[in-house]
């Protein structure tokens, strides 16, 4: 009988993935701010109720044994509010600054990815086609989402930059990364971690550009406006994706044994 070939869990790397991606993290700003502040549940309450959520969410996800692009992009929006969240917390309720908040996820992260490749011999997102693996990503996208919210408040607000240079500082260094991936052979697994951590803060960074009042440098849309657009925007991008399997990984080949 011929082995059954393992199938990716999660998606290829694609436009629409980024795209959908950079809309997730935007939402996840702005939908904590109202969670937290519009509907004045506060940051504890806020992060209990959604770090339950995510649960249930993942806990779908790990289920599938595949990429379905609506529990993994659920899973995505859901880890982007908590992530948020957490680096909220730290700041704000016990109160550790920003750098010392991005210094730790950094080191977390760093931690994350030495056990992961110790574990697995590989940090291929192409090859997340076990529990463990998949674990280790979920981990990672979550590490990766509280360091970026650190990074760009610390840019933003104690640096003073602003919403719209913050966004456009993280603009061009995903630019210079992805002009080393494809011209100076930059690694892959490379390019993709530093790529992925560096959309948060310019999400966020836009975010707050288009939610925050005039008076602290925004647009004035207010959180519902914005939150509800992109949530819009996810929910028709993987509505594509569900009836075109656009993003679908490709089976990677035999398990390791």
Same mark, same amino acid.
């Given at each position: 009988?011929t082995?059954?070939?393992?199938?990716?869990?999660?998606?290829k790397v694609?436009?629409d993935?980024?795209?959908?991606k950079?809309?997730?993290? /935007?939402?996840?700003?702005t !939908?904590?701010?109202?969670l937290?502040?519009?509907?004045?549940?506060g =940051? +504890?309450? +806020?992060?209990?109720i959604?770090?339950?959520?995510? =649960?249930?969410?993942?806990?779908?996800?790990f289920?599938?044994?595949?990429?379905?692009?609506?529990?993994?992009? @659920?899973a995505?929006?859901?880890?982007?509010?908590?992530g948020?969240?957490?680096? %909220?917390n730290?700041v %704000?309720?016990?109160?550790?600054?920003?750098l010392?908040?991005?210094i730790?996820? /950094?080191?977390a992260?760093?931690?994350?990815?030495?056990?992961?490749? $110790?574990? &697995?011999g590989? @940090?291929s997102?192409?090859?997340?086609f +076990?529990? $463990? $693996?998949?674990?280790f990503?979920?981990?990672? #996208?979550?590490?990766?989402?509280?360091?970026?919210?650190?990074?760009? %408040?610390?840019?933003?607000?104690?640096f003073g @930059?602003?919403?719209?240079? +913050?966004? #456009?500082?993280f603009?061009m260094?995903? !630019?210079?990364?992805t002009?080393?991936?494809?011209v100076?052979?930059?690694d892959?697994?490379?390019?993709?971690w530093?790529?992925?951590i560096?959309? $948060?803060? =310019?999400g966020?960074?836009?975010? %707050?550009l288009?939610?925050?009042?005039k008076?602290?440098?925004?647009?004035? =849309?207010? /959180?519902i406006i914005t939150? !509800? #657009?992109?949530?819009?925007?996810i !929910?028709a991008?993987?509505?594509?994706?569900?009836? /075109?399997?656009?993003?679908? &990984?490709?089976?990677p080949?035999?398990?390791?044994?």
């Amino acid at each position: 009988m011929t082995p059954a070939v393992p199938v990716n869990r999660v998606p290829k790397v694609t436009a629409d993935f980024w795209l959908i991606k950079l809309m997730a993290v /935007t939402m996840g700003e702005t !939908a904590a701010d109202f969670l937290a502040v519009n509907l004045g549940f506060g =940051l +504890t309450k +806020t992060s209990l109720i959604m770090t339950g959520v995510l =649960l249930v969410a993942l806990v779908l996800q790990f289920r599938q044994k595949r990429y379905v692009p609506w529990t993994y992009w @659920l899973a995505v929006v859901l880890v982007s509010i908590v992530g948020t969240l957490v680096t %909220d917390n730290l700041v %704000d309720n016990f109160g550790v600054s920003l750098l010392s908040t991005a210094i730790f996820f /950094t080191l977390a992260l760093a931690a994350c990815f030495a056990l992961w490749y $110790r574990s &697995e011999g590989t @940090l291929s997102i192409h090859e997340v086609f +076990t529990t $463990r $693996r998949e674990t280790f990503y979920w981990i990672a #996208i979550l590490l990766t989402f509280a360091l970026g919210t650190a990074a760009g %408040d610390l840019i933003a607000e104690r640096f003073g @930059l602003g919403y719209l240079a +913050t966004g #456009i500082l993280f603009a061009m260094i995903i !630019a210079s990364l992805t002009f080393g991936y494809y011209v100076l052979g930059l690694d892959s697994i490379l390019a993709f971690w530093l790529v992925y951590i560096f959309t $948060r803060p =310019l999400g966020a960074s836009f975010g %707050d550009l288009l939610s925050q009042p005039k008076q602290y440098g925004g647009l004035g =849309l207010g /959180t519902i406006i914005t939150s !509800a #657009i992109f949530l819009a925007c996810i !929910a028709a991008i993987v509505l594509y994706m569900t009836l /075109t399997h656009n993003g679908e &990984e490709e089976a990677p080949g035999p398990a390791p044994v």
